[in-house]
């Protein structure tokens, strides 16, 4: 094992990579999980017995979560209401569930009342409090009007920056670390760059992997002019640099953006760096 690297998204399963983070190191965890076995996007139906399966893999990311955050570290995790009944009681078991947040998203599908909402169960970091209330209504999904801002979806759940954006700066300052184990596209990532946060995002498929690499690149080149460096770094005082690996264009032909050569890494506080591959 090896200490984890900031401001990466590493391919490989959560629990996995989750070993490599040190206890007490996370200042906010915000994560969007699948919603497994019929509890989907698309309202196909499912048992919810069937669920069952999933109870271990969830009891130990959530023991994973109550280690390596602070104390005061906030979490922040997606489900709608058909997943809210299962995931609640783990939840709150290994967490302490503080509330549950509501999102409007102002457009949905459904027959029955269209779903037009998401749920975020809370748990509050010791000290921490936060002026605001549970229902967030003033920010648009994909499906509302948000890829006019976003532009189009690159991931089939994907959520708006601005939304990730409001839960990091309600409940961190810049230079804190954010975690998402169930990475995505991305977003996470570039809405901790545009918060002047850290970040450690992990996802498993190869294909949102590399999305995600081209996201974060391209969030580095309009928040930083294509500077890739440690937000709130104080120049002079041990600054950590970024590495991003290599992705080989030959190989990844479905990924013309992706990073390919030479990477460059360094810090502008104190002008450490160098070539990482």
């Not at 629990?15 to 996007?41: Q, W």
């Not at 499906?143 to 309600?170: C, Y």
Request: charged fraction near 20%; include cysteine.
């Amino acid at each position: 094992n090896f200490p984890m690297i900031t401001n990466q998204i590493y391919n490989e399963d959560c629990l996995e990579a989750l070993k490599r983070v040190p206890d007490n190191s996370v200042d906010c965890i915000i994560t969007d999980p699948p919603y497994f076995l019929g509890m989907t996007h698309n309202g196909q139906k499912g048992s919810f017995k069937d669920l069952s399966i999933c109870k271990p893999f969830y009891r130990d990311l959530f023991q994973e979560f109550n280690r390596v955050k602070k104390p005061g570290a906030c979490v922040y995790f997606f489900t709608d209401w058909r997943g809210y009944a299962f995931y609640y009681p783990l939840f709150d078991l290994y967490l302490g569930a503080s509330n549950m947040l509501v999102w409007n998203k102002q457009s949905g599908p459904g027959n029955h009342y269209a779903f037009i909402h998401e749920l975020i169960l809370f748990h509050c970091g010791k000290g921490v409090s936060i002026g605001a209330t549970n229902i967030i209504d003033n920010i648009r999904s994909f499906a509302s009007g948000a890829k006019l801002v976003e532009g189009e979806k690159v991931h089939p759940t994907q959520k708006p920056v601005a939304l990730i954006r409001k839960l990091i700066e309600d409940s961190t300052k810049p230079g804190d670390l954010i975690l998402d184990t169930f990475g995505g596209s991305g977003t996470t990532a570039v809405a901790s760059i545009e918060s002047g946060r850290n970040f450690v995002l992990m996802e498993q498929d190869e294909i949102y992997y590399f999305t995600a690499q081209k996201r974060i690149k391209d969030a580095y080149e309009r928040f930083n002019g294509g500077r890739q460096y440690l937000p709130g770094c104080a120049a002079k005082r041990g600054c950590t640099a970024f590495v991003f690996f290599r992705v080989f264009p030959e190989r990844h032909s479905r990924f013309p953006g992706a990073f390919s050569g030479r990477c460059r890494a360094f810090c502008p506080g104190c002008g450490n760096g160098g070539n990482f591959c």
